[in-house]
């Protein structure tokens, strides 16, 4: 059983379209997140979500918009992509905000 | 602000050696340090937590060792092998905020040559 996943595990697209990318997780988990990790591979915090609320917003552009339906999905929408959102987004999940964190297999967005 | 380095950037030894990983970060308010691999193309892979309160962990042929106040950990592979060919990732989650935030450094990418 996959802990975090997460689907697409690849979308291309076009300029100026919407997207969104679903993220699930089975591990009763009450903390979830999303990542970006850049064409240089460093990894970054967007968002932060306990039990179905937005705890952070790391500056991350308002065409990025996390929905969490329950506790166990977050998911992320990106209206008007940009070449510049290219990228691998990460969902995670924690038990507790100082708990260990479990990654999903990632998501390569591609925006030509 | 809290900055993460991870040195070497790329490593590459033989087979069966020893190595050892570093990972600094300049602020030593933190709750604790996640270790983590990633295979090219893959998600991340958790493969040790130290607390802060703790001074090492060890899984398998991995140890991990944390000194808070110096601002460093370091991993620890033993008898490595091939199969160990991965980014290591290093990552401190801080106190305050409750967030659960974790701030990364940039990796360091090993090869194990048979």
């Known amino acids: 059983d996959t802990a975090v996943s997460q689907t697409p595990k690849y979308l291309v697209t076009q300029m100026g379209n919407d997207k969104s990318i679903k993220c699930e997780q089975n591990?009763?988990?009450?903390?979830m997140y999303w990542y970006k990790q850049d064409s240089k591979k460093f990894l970054k915090i967007m968002f932060s979500?306990?039990?179905?609320?937005?705890?952070i917003n790391e500056t991350v552009p308002n065409r990025f918009s996390p929905k969490s339906p329950d506790k166990a999905h977050l998911n992320l929408h990106i209206n008007s992509l940009e070449l510049g959102d290219s990228a691998v987004y990460f969902c995670?999940?924690?038990?507790?905000?100082?708990?260990?964190?479990?990654f999903g297999q990632g998501t390569r967005l591609t925006v030509v | 602000k809290q900055e993460v380095t991870q040195i070497p950037a790329a490593l590459s030894v033989p087979e069966g050696e020893n190595l050892v990983l570093n990972c600094s970060f300049t602020?030593?308010?933190?709750?604790?340090l996640q270790w983590f691999r990633q295979d090219p193309g893959k998600g991340l892979t958790s493969l040790l937590l130290?607390?802060?309160?703790?001074r090492e962990q060890t899984s398998g042929r991995l140890n991990a060792s944390l000194d808070k106040s110096s601002g460093r950990s370091t991993l620890y592979i033993a008898a490595s092998q091939p199969g160990d060919s991965a980014t290591y990732l290093c990552?401190?989650?801080?106190?305050?905020?409750?967030?659960?935030?974790?701030?990364f450094g940039q990796g360091t990418t090993l090869q194990v040559k048979p």
């Open positions: 995670a999940s924690s038990r507790l905000f100082s708990t260990e964190a479990f």
């Open positions: 591990l009763g988990h009450d903390t």
């Open positions: 990552a401190v989650r801080q106190v305050g905020g409750n967030t659960g935030k974790l701030i």
């Open positions: 979500y306990n039990n179905k609320e937005l705890i």
């Open positions: 602020d030593s308010a933190i709750y604790n």
């Open positions: 130290i607390q802060s309160s703790q």
